[in-house]
């Protein structure tokens, strides 16, 4: 059976996951979110005592746990060795770890395979940072999602302080900015969007708008 996927890269605060998330759910298939594994692996070297800096030690780390991803109706969980993370890797310190880890050949190599084997089963929207690139090269639709950098840091911004997060906005922008500048300049893949993506700035867009124009773009690829 064909599998068809939609691959979807952009940066930080783009909106990727809940956007990605939602069309996902109204084209019914399922998310994946890759940032989450990466992030897992993040902080699976914060929780061990490996320094995200230390290449080596964060490439066997990658040999050596078990990152999956389990579908509910709530969403994706992700789950280091059957454990399940979800809810540890959202924090700041957990996103950089994330960033940094993701500039490694060898983490790449695996987690790019580990992402391949989960999209070849089913019908997925995959999200992340180098999906059109190299996670589904053949995805017939492909899609790069961005904003400007004080608009992906206001949503998060307001998102956060939603959850009583007093950070202020000027750190969280500060925090955009230096995690565009660590996944856009890496030497492994960096973040940009392919030739072959259309690229969706959704600045002047609401979440449904968003979303909308996520729906539109796919079926118009569908119909090519
Ligand atoms: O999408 P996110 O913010 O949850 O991703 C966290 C980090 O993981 C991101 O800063 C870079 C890295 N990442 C990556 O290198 N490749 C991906 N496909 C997804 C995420």
Request: glycine share 8%; charged share 30%.
């Given at each position: 059976?064909?599998?068809?996927?939609?691959?979807?890269?952009?940066?930080?605060?783009?909106?990727k996951s809940s956007?990605?998330?939602?069309?996902?759910?109204?084209?019914?298939?399922?998310?994946?979110?890759?940032?989450?594994?990466?992030?897992?692996?993040?902080?699976?070297a914060?929780?061990?005592?490996?320094?995200?800096?230390?290449?080596?030690a964060?490439?066997?780390?990658?040999?050596?746990?078990?990152?999956?991803?389990?579908?509910?109706e709530?969403?994706?969980?992700?789950?280091?060795?059957?454990?399940?993370?979800?809810?540890?890797?959202?924090?700041?310190?957990?996103?950089?770890?994330?960033?940094?880890?993701?500039?490694?050949?060898?983490?790449?190599?695996?987690?790019?395979?580990?992402?391949?084997?989960?999209?070849?089963?089913?019908?997925m929207?995959?999200?992340g940072?180098?999906?059109?690139?190299?996670?589904?090269?053949?995805?017939?639709?492909?899609?790069y999602?961005?904003?400007?950098?004080?608009?992906r840091?206001?949503?998060?911004?307001?998102?956060?302080?939603?959850?009583?997060?007093?950070?202020?906005?000027?750190?969280?922008l500060?925090?955009?900015?230096?995690?565009?500048?660590?996944?856009?300049?890496?030497?492994?893949?960096?973040?940009?969007?392919?030739?072959?993506?259309?690229?969706?700035?959704?600045?002047?867009?609401?979440?449904?708008?968003?979303?909308?124009?996520?729906?539109?773009?796919?079926?118009?690829?569908?119909?090519?």
């Amino acid at each position: 059976m064909m599998i068809l996927n939609i691959a979807m890269d952009g940066p930080v605060g783009a909106g990727k996951s809940s956007i990605a998330g939602e069309a996902a759910r109204r084209l019914g298939v399922l998310h994946l979110d890759t940032g989450a594994m990466y992030r897992a692996l993040g902080l699976t070297a914060i929780e061990r005592g490996i320094s995200p800096e230390d290449e080596a030690a964060v490439t066997q780390l990658m040999r050596a746990v078990d990152i999956s991803v389990a579908h509910s109706e709530f969403g994706q969980r992700t789950l280091v060795d059957g454990r399940d993370v979800t809810g540890l890797i959202r924090t700041p310190e957990v996103s950089m770890a994330a960033s940094a880890v993701g500039r490694y050949a060898g983490v790449r190599r695996e987690m790019v395979a580990l992402q391949q084997r989960l999209a070849s089963t089913t019908p997925m929207l995959v999200d992340g940072r180098d999906i059109c690139l190299r996670v589904l090269p053949d995805a017939p639709v492909k899609i790069y999602l961005t904003a400007s950098p004080e608009a992906r840091a206001r949503r998060r911004w307001l998102e956060m302080t939603g959850k009583g997060d007093e950070t202020p906005f000027e750190a969280v922008l500060a925090d955009v900015i230096a995690r565009d500048e660590q996944d856009m300049n890496r030497d492994v893949d960096p973040l940009r969007p392919t030739e072959d993506a259309v690229i969706l700035d959704t600045t002047e867009l609401d979440f449904e708008q968003s979303v909308e124009a996520v729906l539109r773009i796919v079926k118009e690829k569908y119909h090519e």
